[in-house]
């Protein structure tokens, strides 16, 4: 009898320890209080010494999921929140090089104040090895971190989510973990983000108060979707504008490009299409020469649902011809974006 009880008190320890273990992580305000009040000694005003904290805190491997290939991080030091990335730069990195940021992470009601951003490499004595197509080896002073970046190379979209004179420029995993379709349209000259369904996505969508069931929103992102009436796909049609104004993981897909796997100068060839002017100012990357990037970001900037009924109006007025009513989930990529913006089917012929 006892060794029988022995016995079930051990199997429901170990069912126990097993629902645990696949539970997902519980955190507690205690712990955030704990490292609120906490006092640590670090050179902020030193960025090597900071980025021999952030390498030395990683593990000895690390998966770059966004697809421009930010490694994002984040600590709290002496009560404030820092945040930053190691960037494994897809023009740079051939070169021998990283980019290393940081800035303090202010809240939307306090100015932003820019913090250090710098190019290592060799000249700092930061190594930076290839060790396949879509692996790096980052050393500094003792210390190796390897770097997967995200392998998308097999992800394409689902033919009949592609309209006769769409461009499939490339797979986008954006920093809040969706996943998109970067489609540019050749006649229309506009580009889409559209949703990646081929795998679960990382939201769930509510219907939105206007839009007659066809626009949705994500209950974590904010991201703001059209289901297209003449194919089985989503289009982003908006990103919630104080996240954007925060510049956090919800800000939207602008600053995700698919480095890793645009073909020759496809994309460079798409933005000059659309931006004459930009014609020998930018790289295949879409980079100037500052190291700035051109912004694609074709949907609004949205203070509350009901902004976004005018890409519904305009997808149901029949005086727009249905081989334009794709520029209906389109904003002109220069210009405002905030909800007085009207999509490029409203503007006239381009």
């Known amino acids: 009898m006892i060794r029988s009880l022995l016995i079930a008190l051990s199997l429901a320890a170990l069912l126990g320890r097993a ?9 507690t305000n205690e712990a955030e209080i704990a490292a609120l ?7 902020l005003d030193d960025p090597m010494a900071v980025f021999t904290y952030v390498l030395g805190s990683l593990p000895e491997r690390v998966r770059v999921h966004p697809t421009e290939n930010h490694y994002y991080f984040w600590f709290v030091l002496n009560g404030t929140r820092y945040a930053g990335n190691i960037k494994i730069d897809a023009h740079l990195r051939s070169e021998g090089k990283i980019v290393f940021s940081y800035y303090e992470d202010r809240p939307p009601w306090l100015s932003d104040k820019d913090g ?20 790096y080896r980052v050393s500094y002073q003792g210390r190796n971190v390897t770097f997967a970046l995200n392998d998308l190379s097999q992800v394409k979209p689902p033919a009949a989510a592609l309209a006769p004179d769409d461009k499939f420029i490339g797979p986008v995993f954006d920093e809040s973990g969706v996943r998109f379709f970067l489609l540019f349209n050749t006649r229309l000259k506009i580009f889409h983000y559209v949703l990646d369904e081929t795998v679960p996505p990382a939201d769930i969508f509510e219907p939105a108060p206007v839009g007659a069931g066809r626009i949705v929103i994500g209950k974590r992102t904010g991201f703001a979707f059209y289901r297209d009436q003449q194919r089985p796909r989503s289009i982003m049609i908006g990103a919630y ?34 931006e004459p002017e930009m014609k020998g100012k930018i790289n295949r990357y879409g980079r100037m020469a500052d190291g700035s990037r051109f912004a694609v970001a074709p949907y609004m900037e949205y203070d509350d649902p009901k902004d976004l009924a005018v890409f519904h109006r305009c997808a149901t007025n029949p005086r727009i011809p249905k081989d334009r009513t794709a ?3 389109a904003l002109p990529l220069e210009g405002k974006h905030d909800r007085t913006a009207r999509p490029i089917a409203l503007q006239g012929s381009r």
């Open 37 to 43: 009040g906490a006092r640590h000694d670090l050179k």
């Open 116 to 135: 250090p951003a710098l190019i290592l490499g060799a000249e700092q004595g930061v190594g930076v090895e290839k060790l396949d197509a879509l692996a």
């Open 327 to 329: 520029a209906c989930f």
């Open 241 to 274: 504008r104080p996240n954007v104004l925060a510049n956090n993981y919800f800000d939207g897909p602008f600053d995700q490009m698919p480095d890793n796997f645009v073909e020759g100068d496809s994309f460079r060839d798409a933005i000059v299409a659309v």
């Open 19 to 27: 629902v645990a273990d696949d539970a997902p992580k519980l955190g």
